[in-house]
């Protein structure tokens, strides 16, 4: 890793207009890695936070919806939310709410057919 003042007086002395070919031999770092660090220089060498992107789904508001309703199906929880059943399905598997199991096992009627039937 480079220290942040080396990178700022790379991008500093490409910015006086040198070459990039002086600017290679004077740092030793090929084109890219200088546009890689122009951007970052541009920032303050910080990287901005990333915005939080809109929700169609207000989780807060499923989960109440799931424990007013438990046994809704996905089509009636998706049709107050404007979004599909797999909107809604994607957003149970981030809640960790998963498929209703059964408790107990269906046992099938096993008969043995004889020889002679």
Request: net charge positive.
């Amino acid at each position: 890793m480079y220290s942040i003042d080396y990178k700022r007086r790379a991008v500093e002395y490409k910015q006086e207009g040198h070459t990039f070919k002086e600017l290679k031999e004077a740092f030793k770092i090929p084109n890219q890695t200088y546009y890689r660090w122009a951007e970052e220089y541009r920032y303050g060498f910080e990287r901005p936070e990333p915005a939080e992107r809109p929700r169609k789904i207000n989780l807060e508001q499923l989960k109440q919806a799931i424990e007013e309703n438990p046994d809704a199906y996905l089509k009636e929880l998706a049709e107050p939310f404007g979004v599909t059943e797999q909107a809604v399905f994607y957003a149970l598997k981030k809640l960790n709410i998963t498929l209703k199991k059964r408790r107990s096992r269906i046992q099938k009627s096993q008969t043995k057919l004889g020889p002679n039937t």
